[in-house]
């Protein structure tokens, strides 16, 4: 039998320590904030467009979160309520990742708790009035509570070891009441699509993450954290397709992110393309040196080489399939000047992002010590309750929508000076709404004295108060230029 610890940094740890591894210039000089909260950014419908998302308007979304989930009784997130919303979206952060966990969704065999499924529903229902955009997980590690882990309900547990019950769904083995436990997976996805997509909340989803780091079964004889070619493209591209069918079967539409085994990029992942035409993928990535260590250890530096090489393969794996990634999970440990480093990496590539994770959640199995932005998980989200390292890594300027095709982004952490380029075209397969603005997330946290914006090829045309800059191109097709700079 296979012993492995339950904490995350554990099972990462073993396998990382294996592997080792134009028009005139417009400036404008804009005064310190006066306003405390803004009114809530309007909810779009994302769906996918080559290898970008875009909401309704036709603008490209890039997205900054936290993963907000429980994985213990009651199953949810039963503290976080419209303050900690309003103050996820004061900071920029415009995603959350939702964890279901399937044996909350269906404590018995075809049986399904719709209270639960509707609290849950609640809270995405409350991150759309705020504006903040969900990905909904099935979430689990270990398979079940039984491994020390959490996700599959117990009558879908059909042994005593974990990759042997990950076998046991690759190969729809049989439930206690004679239903394969993969029909039943399906089959819960199915009703909890039914009823989101009858929420008022269902129109901001991002989509849907339908399995939370599958474990390769004992057929492959691959080990959990490690590739595993043919594992992905035969049961787990096999077991993607009937979930996806599963969704489609009610009419649904948002953009479905299949993930691969979690690797870190170590090698290109090998799930196929799938035929549906909004579909696209979802990774994680954690470096094995900041498990344990922060940001006072001299080893932190040493994970910027393996990230950057690990995130270019898993986006070399989009690119080659043109749909739009994910970056699922990351930082987990208070490693912060590697959460800098991860955050401008993906900021770089204009790749939507959710660390793990927003809550401590230390009663929570397989977790990080370290992990969480909030200093005490009984009290609310504010800038006293945040971790102030974390949170400076994290709150960073950044277009949220782009109005146009994006060409580079960067961002000086030293300078505090953002400059983003972009084409005033629509993406491929978008149109782009006439007169569609670009939104640029201001922090107040980074200038608070004001801002220098200098716009080549547009104008500004936002309220100066507000956190959110909006650029206007001066007509389509322009290459558009947008510095800012502290005041």
Same mark, same amino acid.
């Given at each position: 039998?296979?012993?492995?610890?339950?904490?995350?940094?554990?099972?990462?740890?073993?396998?990382?320590?294996?592997?080792?591894?134009?028009?005139?210039?417009?400036?404008?000089?804009?005064?310190?904030?006066?306003?405390?909260?803004?009114?809530?950014?309007?909810?779009?419908?994302?769906?996918?467009?080559?290898?970008?998302?875009?909401?309704?308007?036709?603008?490209?979304?890039?997205?900054?979160?936290?993963?907000?989930?429980?994985?213990?009784?009651?199953?949810?997130?039963?503290?976080?309520?419209?303050?900690?919303?309003?103050?996820?979206?004061?900071?920029?952060?415009?995603?959350?990742?939702?964890?279901?966990?399937?044996?909350?969704?269906?404590?018995?065999?075809?049986?399904?708790?719709?209270?639960?499924?509707?609290?849950?529903?609640?809270?995405?229902?409350?991150?759309?009035?705020?504006?903040?955009?969900?990905? @909904?997980?099935?979430? &689990?590690? *270990? /398979?079940?509570?039984? +491994?020390?882990? %959490? =996700?599959?309900?117990?009558?879908?547990?059909?042994?005593?070891?974990? @990759?042997?019950?990950? &076998?046991? *769904? /690759?190969?729809?083995? +049989?439930?206690? %009441? =004679?239903?394969?436990?993969?029909?039943?997976?399906?089959?819960?996805?199915?009703?909890?699509?039914?009823?989101?997509?009858?929420?008022?909340?269902?129109?901001?989803?991002?989509?849907?993450?339908?399995?939370?780091?599958?474990?390769?079964?004992?057929?492959?004889?691959?080990?959990?954290?490690?590739?595993?070619?043919?594992?992905?493209?035969?049961?787990?591209?096999?077991?993607?397709?009937?979930?996806?069918?599963?969704?489609?079967?009610?009419?649904?539409?948002?953009?479905?992110?299949?993930?691969?085994?979690?690797?870190?990029?170590?090698?290109?992942?090998?799930?196929?393309?799938?035929?549906?035409?909004?579909?696209?993928?979802?990774?994680?990535?954690?470096?094995?040196?900041?498990?344990?260590?922060?940001?006072?250890?001299?080893?932190?530096?040493?994970?910027?080489?393996?990230?950057?090489?690990?995130?270019?393969?898993?986006?070399?794996?989009?690119?080659?399939?043109?749909?739009?990634?994910?970056?699922?999970?990351?930082?987990?440990?208070?490693?912060?000047?590697?959460?800098?480093?991860?955050?401008?990496?993906?900021?770089?590539?204009?790749?939507?992002?959710?660390?793990?994770?927003?809550?401590?959640?230390?009663?929570?199995?397989?977790?990080?010590?370290?992990?969480?932005?909030?200093?005490?998980?009984?009290?609310?989200?504010?800038?006293?309750?945040?971790?102030?390292?974390?949170?400076?890594?994290?709150?960073?300027?950044?277009?949220?929508?782009?109005?146009?095709?994006?060409?580079?982004?960067?961002?000086?952490?030293?300078?505090?000076?953002?400059?983003?380029?972009?084409?005033?075209?629509?993406?491929?397969?978008?149109?782009?709404?006439?007169?569609?603005?670009?939104?640029?997330?201001?922090?107040?946290?980074?200038?608070?004295?004001?801002?220098?914006?200098?716009?080549?090829?547009?104008?500004?045309?936002?309220?100066?108060?507000?956190?959110?800059?909006?650029?206007?191109?001066?007509?389509?097709?322009?290459?558009?230029?947008?510095?800012?700079?502290?005041?």
């Amino acid at each position: 039998m296979l012993t492995i610890r339950v904490l995350k940094s554990r099972l990462l740890q073993r396998v990382a320590l294996a592997v080792c591894l134009l028009p005139l210039a417009a400036t404008t000089v804009l005064p310190a904030h006066a306003v405390t909260r803004e009114a809530p950014r309007s909810s779009a419908g994302i769906s996918r467009s080559g290898e970008w998302l875009v909401d309704r308007q036709g603008r490209v979304l890039a997205m900054h979160g936290f993963n907000v989930m429980r994985k213990t009784a009651p199953y949810y997130p039963s503290h976080f309520d419209r303050r900690d919303a309003d103050f996820l979206v004061h900071n920029g952060f415009t995603a959350v990742r939702i964890g279901f966990i399937w044996a909350a969704v269906e404590p018995k065999p075809g049986v399904y708790d719709n209270r639960y499924i509707r609290k849950m529903i609640d809270f995405n229902n409350l991150l759309a009035r705020r504006g903040v955009h969900a990905l @909904l997980d099935f979430h &689990q590690d *270990l /398979w079940s509570k039984s +491994a020390g882990g %959490d =996700g599959a309900p117990a009558w879908a547990t059909l042994s005593n070891n974990f @990759l042997s019950d990950f &076998q046991k *769904l /690759w190969d729809n083995a +049989a439930a206690p %009441d =004679g239903v394969g436990i993969q029909t039943h997976f399906d089959n819960a996805w199915r009703h909890v699509v039914r009823m989101i997509d009858r929420s008022p909340g269902a129109t901001s989803l991002i989509g849907f993450d339908p399995f939370n780091e599958p474990y390769a079964g004992l057929s492959s004889l691959c080990a959990p954290f490690v590739p595993c070619p043919a594992f992905e493209s035969g049961e787990l591209a096999h077991f993607y397709s009937q979930v996806i069918t599963a969704i489609r079967s009610t009419g649904d539409q948002h953009v479905i992110f299949p993930e691969g085994v979690a690797q870190n990029g170590i090698a290109r992942p090998s799930l196929p393309r799938f035929s549906d035409a909004q579909t696209a993928f979802t990774f994680h990535y954690y470096c094995q040196i900041t498990q344990d260590a922060t940001s006072d250890s001299p080893l932190e530096a040493a994970c910027e080489p393996l990230e950057q090489h690990g995130v270019d393969s898993l986006l070399a794996y989009t690119a080659s399939l043109d749909v739009p990634g994910i970056l699922g999970e990351f930082s987990c440990n208070d490693a912060d000047n590697d959460n800098d480093a991860m955050v401008d990496l993906a900021d770089k590539h204009f790749l939507s992002w959710t660390a793990w994770m927003y809550y401590t959640a230390k009663a929570d199995p397989a977790n990080c010590p370290g992990q969480g932005l909030l200093v005490n998980d009984s009290r609310h989200g504010t800038p006293r309750n945040a971790k102030p390292a974390k949170l400076r890594a994290f709150v960073v300027p950044y277009p949220q929508a782009i109005a146009g095709t994006p060409e580079s982004y960067s961002y000086n952490r030293t300078t505090r000076t953002m400059t983003l380029r972009y084409r005033a075209r629509g993406v491929s397969g978008a149109t782009l709404t006439p007169g569609a603005v670009t939104d640029v997330f201001v922090p107040r946290r980074v200038y608070g004295h004001g801002f220098r914006v200098t716009v080549h090829g547009g104008r500004t045309v936002s309220t100066p108060t507000l956190q959110h800059l909006e650029v206007r191109a001066a007509h389509p097709g322009v290459t558009v230029t947008v510095t800012l700079r502290p005041r």
